[in-house]
């Protein structure tokens, strides 16, 4: 780390861009920008580059898509060197090509590591933003590309009353200590039972003395069957790379391994459709929403993906009791994000695993000794808050971004966040979002959504520049037009019909409002790519 930090370039305090964040959008930018000519300061909080695979280092942390896949494609250079060691690689390795991307192309020295920005002020009579940071810093930039992930602001544990009086230690799975947790002998509560829990469960079961789940709302997942990468794979992807990388962007989640069928579901036959979701679990992970085309937007279709997967459940799990609890209900399959795991499920056949089911007996507080239900207390020597993230705009809300006029993004957004395409906000001159809200984003492959954003992004900088433009900023009628197209889209589907993070309702107080646009990639790439081939439709360019 000390070696990274030393490799700084230049404290200059004018750059033609800043970026926050140095994670997989923030490295990419950073290089597109590079290329094109521009300067660029990139403050990153963390001690290393990684964004998500940095901070999320919980036991059994790992990507939910096939590694192949999840990964930049913007090198073919890049791609053939690097060897994925797993199905779905896990954190270690996943920071460890991050940081293979940073010295490969050379990026570190104009990244500022444990670097918090603070504040962003938009001088419209300079056309400049001024940034700060935790550190000191105030440098003026054109331009800011906010890469601060989706899902990189951990939910606060005082949302649990009494959770500052815990005697024991605890840890958020967002936040998780870069040495490790020793959890052996160990009695631990872990609250929540989202991805983040569900992967880290099983290995925190394999070694503490009890654990105790504490489960609000069970989600629906399926077994991830992970392992070494299979050698013929990595042939088939060597010699069609290109191809299969085309293939997943033409899908609409941007994941080509979901198999995607055009078939609906309830135009087959009951044992037909049984004998569909049994290949895709066996296959595992995504694939299963890939059965039918029409699973993720008619309910009854959903619905028989819903009892294949409960169906499932009851047949690992030994207690019909435990089974059953945790067994979904409450929300359409696909509606919350399907979890992948591994040995989920069949951690609560173990001795040491017990559930206690939230909807029956709610947390009252946490105390001194462990979580007090509303029907009796569970004494516990550590607590695991695997309870989330304020997603999509909690980064954003963390900094003191002002617009025109000093307008507050935060105080903008106040009804629910605003944007135009998910890349820019009106009022906010040459301010950029990378998966921003009312864009795929968190709905397609990361890695593809990052480099569609990252090459949009870099291109209308570099159009900026060519003309000598001021500045770009996205007409209020735009963003609104595209916030209701964004709505109108999701409220054909079935996502809005559970409580999930996607709206905002895991975060008390958040307005509900579907944050990711639904339409599909291919059609929002399309969309992006005629709005830049029109000269910035739906914008005001000045000079
Ligand atoms: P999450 O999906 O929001 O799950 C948080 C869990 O904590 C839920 O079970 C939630 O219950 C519970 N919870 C929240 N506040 C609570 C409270 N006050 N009291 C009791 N329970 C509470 O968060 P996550 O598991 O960190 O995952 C977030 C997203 O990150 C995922 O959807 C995924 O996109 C991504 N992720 C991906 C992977 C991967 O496989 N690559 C791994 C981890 C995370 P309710 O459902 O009732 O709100």
């Known amino acids: 780390m000390a070696q990274e930090k030393s490799q700084v370039r230049s404290r200059a305090q004018s750059y033609d861009v800043v970026v926050v964040g140095a994670g997989f959008s923030g490295l990419y930018m950073l290089h597109r920008l590079r290329q094109a000519g ?4 990139v403050f990153e909080a963390g001690t290393s580059v990684g964004g998500t695979w940095f901070w999320n280092r919980y036991p059994g942390a790992r990507v939910d898509i096939e590694s192949q896949e999840y990964a930049y494609s913007f090198s ?15 954190q270690p390795e996943l920071l460890a090509y991050l940081n293979h991307v940073a010295d490969r192309f ?15 002020v938009w001088d419209d009579a300079a056309r400049r933003w001024t940034v700060t940071t935790n550190r000191g810093d105030q440098v003026s930039a054109r331009h800011v590309v906010m890469a601060t992930g989706c899902l ?10 009494g959770s500052d009086s815990f005697k024991g230690p605890s840890w958020h ?3 998780w200590p870069e040495e490790g947790v020793d959890f052996t002998g160990m009695r631990v509560g872990v609250i929540g039972t989202g991805s983040s829990a569900i992967q880290a469960i099983p290995q925190i079961a394999a070694q503490a003395a009890h654990v105790t789940v504490f489960q609000r709302t069970p989600n629906f997942s399926v077994p991830a069957h992970n392992g070494p990468v299979d050698p013929a794979v990595v042939a088939d992807w060597a010699a069609n790379r290109a191809q299969y990388r085309k293939e997943a962007r033409e899908t609409g989640f941007g994941i080509r391994y979901i198999g995607a069928s055009e078939t609906p579901a309830l135009s087959v036959s009951e044992a037909a459709r049984a004998a569909e979701y049994e290949e895709r679990w066996r296959y595992g992970g995504f694939a299963l929403l890939g059965a039918y085309a029409d699973l993720v937007m008619d309910p009854a279709a959903n619905a028989t993906a819903a009892e294949f997967v409960r169906g499932k459940i009851a047949e690992i799990v030994k207690d019909p ?7 979904p209900k409450t929300y359409p399959i ?71 006029g000093g307008v507050r993004l935060k105080d903008a957004w106040a009804a629910g966040p605003g944007t135009y395409l998910g890349l820019l906000v009106a009022g906010f001159p040459n301010l950029f979002l ?35 433009a001021g500045s770009i900023e996205a007409t209020a009628a735009a963003q609104d037009d595209w916030v209701a197209h964004v709505n109108e889209v999701a409220d054909s589907t079935i996502f809005p019909l559970a409580n999930s993070w996607y709206l905002g309702a895991n975060v008390p107080g958040k307005p509900r409002v579907f944050m990711p646009y639904i339409g599909g990639f291919p059609v929002y790439r399309d969309k992006c790519n005629e709005v830049a081939a029109a000269g910035y439709d739906g914008c005001v360019v000045t000079a």
């Open 38 to 41: 521009e300067t660029v300061r």
């Open 76 to 90: 073919p250079e890049l791609d053939e060197e690097w060897k994925w060691t797993e199905r779905y690689a896990a």
């Open 321 to 327: 009791t435990v089974a059953e609890k945790l067994a």
């Open 334 to 404: 696909g509606a919350k994000r399907i979890c992948v795991d591994t040995g989920y499920y069949a951690t609560f056949n173990r001795d040491n695993v017990s559930l206690v089911d939230l909807t029956e007996e709610p947390i009252e507080r946490v105390t001194p000794a462990g979580v007090k239900t509303s029907a009796r207390e569970y004494e516990v020597d550590a607590i695991v808050y695997a309870i989330g993230f304020d997603a999509m705009t909690g980064a954003l809300d963390k900094i003191d971004i002002r617009g025109k």
């Open 434 to 468: 990378v998966t921003g809200p009312g864009s795929p984003s968190v709905l397609c492959n990361m890695a593809v959504a990052i480099e569609q954003h990252v090459e949009w992004i870099s291109d209308c900088i570099a159009w900026m520049s060519a003309r000598q």
């Open 152 to 161: 990189s602001t951990p939910k606060e544990d005082a949302e649990l009353p």
């Open 106 to 120: 050379d990026l570190r020295p104009d990244i500022q590591l444990e670097t918090r920005v603070t504040s962003a």
């Open 173 to 175: 799975t967002g936040r």
